[in-house]
């Protein structure tokens, strides 16, 4: 019974429940909103494929070096081997007159010739020392080989299986040639999968901020992690399957036609696998695509869920919800186990019926060397080297036969990775290069509408001169953040105009005008490094006195100078040492550091005591004599020594001005505001 993706009800199953493809559909959109059109046809899975393997240009040398080698790994013991263990047989446990050898390719003519005259027991000594030789430089001999593979122990699980991928190794043979072989391809290996996760990350950070938000981090996560080492076998077998097997089943069939030119049956019956096996896996090639694909976004489920719990992991404790977060993490990771059983299960059923056909033909291979042998036709060296030519030309067939449908979930995974990749950056539609500003800021019936329609900003006009302090405020929801993030252009107007000293920042290239711009979010943003390499971030050049002279502005230096290691206290990756108001004074002080015509703070005073935030905004007011400080706030103690007020509601600037001119308005929103804030103290 063909095996494929149902889309309807189950038979049996009660109305109202979803299908299988439903079902997966809910997976693809809690693993990423942004990522939700998996399913993959024929002619995508070949484009994926081709696009993949336009990563050779990269590695070409090296491929090319690989793939020689392969071939000379692959054929050694294919056209090779055999011939000795014919000759042991025959002519040494035997003991046939070597004189009296018959049905040996041309090449092992010189050799037998040689060997004329020779008794049992000097071609044994002179098969020895062939066989010596061999183990020291290819780790193989008459009847064997040794191989090379290494790669990390595997879990039962998508993740762990494609992170060993990305350092694996292999050759056919051992010794020396093994090691070398073996070494070539676990560097170019790895240098691949390092080039394609390079990539990634790079292209996940140039998104935009409103796609940032529809991106889970755990999905991105294991995309970079789990998802690119699936480039690796569409990397080695688009090529080597195709060319290494056909050439070198070519030249095996034609040494053993060669020695045994009345026996192409051996031929026919192995190339039996090709039609069989290629009819049999094109029914499950779909089926593997989709498993993959749902294996994988829940594998990327169960790590959102884990940094999710982990980020929030004191909300978690102080609202006493590790029972939930951990009944949460088990039903997420019970779904990715289930996925991938449900992949594994198509794999078995695939390999139970290619080991059935695989028997089936090679018992009638067996009965028809057998035969012959009985009937004095072969002798008995010649069904040792006959089986081994067939197992030789078998294993080339089955390589291309099975090429496509080992691909699949290879492409499943590829395609994730593409999928991020072929998101449109972050537009960079300016070609003007922003020279130092030296005038300031205006906005011109500026507006903004997010993607799903909804109004955020609507009419804004006002200007921000350097050398001011420009307050935006308002109630929560009136849209300051996202009036702040038109200035550097995290989001583009959809009406009006933002300009930067004249220029429309649509038209500036984003790296010149964001060279000149510095925001410091409200949620503390610090790496796990050094406190004094936090502060350098944006200025890695900056001397520990720049370092210093900005902590003491923003009030945390003589925190700092208290720890046991002052300035090169590591920072943990929850920053644990550090208070919120410490952590925000650092990230005020990196911004300082930046030394950047524009500073746009959002809330920079609101962890902040009294004292520090009086010393925080006198200290702005000098910084500001040559740029423009825009700071977004909700306190009044900050707001009121503003140059300049911007008020917000509703995405509308209701009023502007100095804190006296506005309070002198009897009806003004902006007066309503104080007062609320001066009744509730």
Excluded at 173 to 178: F, I, K, R, S, T
Excluded at 253 to 281: G, Q, R
Excluded at 403 to 408: A, D, F, P, S, T
Excluded at 442 to 450: L, N, P, T
């Amino acid at each position: 019974m063909a095996v494929s993706d149902s889309t309807t009800l189950q038979s049996g199953s009660p109305p109202g429940r979803p299908t299988l493809r439903e079902r997966e559909r809910e997976l693809d959109i809690r693993s990423s909103l942004l990522d939700t059109d998996t399913d993959i046809g024929f002619k995508e899975a070949v484009r994926i494929v081709a696009r993949a393997s336009g990563y050779l240009r990269y590695f070409a040398g090296r491929f090319t070096i690989k793939v020689v080698m392969m071939w000379i790994a692959s054929a050694v013991p294919l056209l090779i081997l055999p011939w000795p263990v014919k000759m042991m047989i025959d002519h040494v446990v035997l003991g046939r007159p070597i004189e009296q050898a018959q049905d040996y390719p041309a090449f092992m003519w010189p050799i037998i010739e040689a060997l004329y005259g020779s008794s049992a027991l000097e071609i044994l000594f002179w098969l020895a020392l062939v066989g010596v030789s061999m183990m020291l430089l290819i780790g193989a001999y008459p009847g064997g080989r040794d191989q090379v593979v290494a790669a990390l122990t595997e879990g039962k699980d998508v993740a762990t299986s494609n992170e060993a991928a990305m350092h694996i190794g292999h050759s056919s043979l051992g010794a020396l040639y093994g090691y070398v072989e073996f070494r070539l391809q676990t560097r170019l290996t790895q240098a691949l999968n390092h080039t394609l996760r390079a990539e990634l990350f790079s292209r996940i950070e140039s998104l935009s901020m409103t796609q940032l938000e529809d991106q889970r981090i755990g999905d991105s996560i294991y995309r970079i992690l789990y998802d690119t080492p699936q480039i690796t076998e569409i990397f080695y077998e688009v090529i080597h399957t195709p060319l290494v097997s056909v050439t070198l089943y070519i030249a095996a069939a034609a040494v053993m036609l060669d020695a045994y030119p009345n026996s192409p049956e051996i031929i026919w019956m192995s190339l039996l696998f090709l039609p069989i096996w290629l009819s049999a896996s094109s029914l499950f090639a779909r089926t593997v695509r989709r498993r993959g694909q749902a294996s994988r976004a829940a594998g990327s489920i169960t790590t959102s869920t884990i940094e999710e719990g982990m980020d929030n992991v004191l909300a978690v404790q102080s609202l006493g919800g590790n029972q939930k977060e951990k009944q949460r993490f088990g039903d997420d990771s019970g779904e990715s186990f289930r996925r991938f059983r449900a992949e594994r299960l198509i794999w078995f059923i695939m390999f139970q019926c290619s080991e059935l056909t695989r028997t089936i033909i090679e018992i009638g291979v067996f009965v028809y060397i057998l035969t012959y042998v009985i009937e004095g036709q072969f002798s008995a060296g010649d069904y040792g080297a006959l089986y081994a030519f067939w197992r030789g030309l078998r294993g080339p067939t089955s390589d291309v036969a099975w090429l496509w449908i080992r691909l699949q979930n290879n492409v499943a995974g590829v395609r994730r990775v593409f999928a991020l990749m072929d998101l449109p950056p972050e537009a960079d539609t300016g070609t003007t290069h922003l020279p130092p500003i030296h005038d300031g800021i205006s906005m011109q019936d500026a507006g903004f509408v997010y993607p799903d329609g909804r109004r955020a900003l609507a009419d804004v006009t006002l200007e921000a001169k350097v050398g001011e302090i420009v307050a935006f405020v308002g109630p929560t929801g009136s849209g300051k953040t996202t009036l702040a993030y038109l200035i550097p252009r995290f989001h583009q107007v959809t009406e009006g105009e933002v300009r930067i000293d004249g220029y429309d920042v649509n038209d500036l290239t984003i790296d010149s005008m964001r060279d000149q711009i510095t925001y410091v979010f409200q949620e503390t943003q610090l790496l796990s490094d050094s406190i004094a390499d936090n502060i350098r971030y944006g200025n890695p050049d900056a001397v520990m006195a720049e370092v210093e002279r900005v902590a003491k502005t923003a009030g945390v230096h003589d925190f700092i100078s208290s720890l046991p290691e002052g300035y090169e206290t590591i920072l943990g990756t929850s920053n644990s040492k550090l208070s919120v108001g410490q952590k925000q004074r650092i990230s005020i002080a990196r911004g300082l550091l930046r030394n950047s015509k524009v500073l746009i703070l959002d809330e920079p005073t609101s962890s902040l005591d009294p004292e520090t935030e009086e010393y925080l905004v006198q200290s702005l007011h000098e910084a500001a004599k040559d740029r423009v400080v825009i700071i977004i706030a909700h306190r009044l103690s900050t707001i009121a020594q503003a140059h300049k007020i911007i008020f917000l509601e509703e995405g509308k600037v209701k009023e502007q001005g100095s804190h006296d001119e506005l309070l002198a308005r009897e009806d003004g929103r902006y007066r309503e505001f104080v007062e609320l804030q001066t009744q509730a103290v």
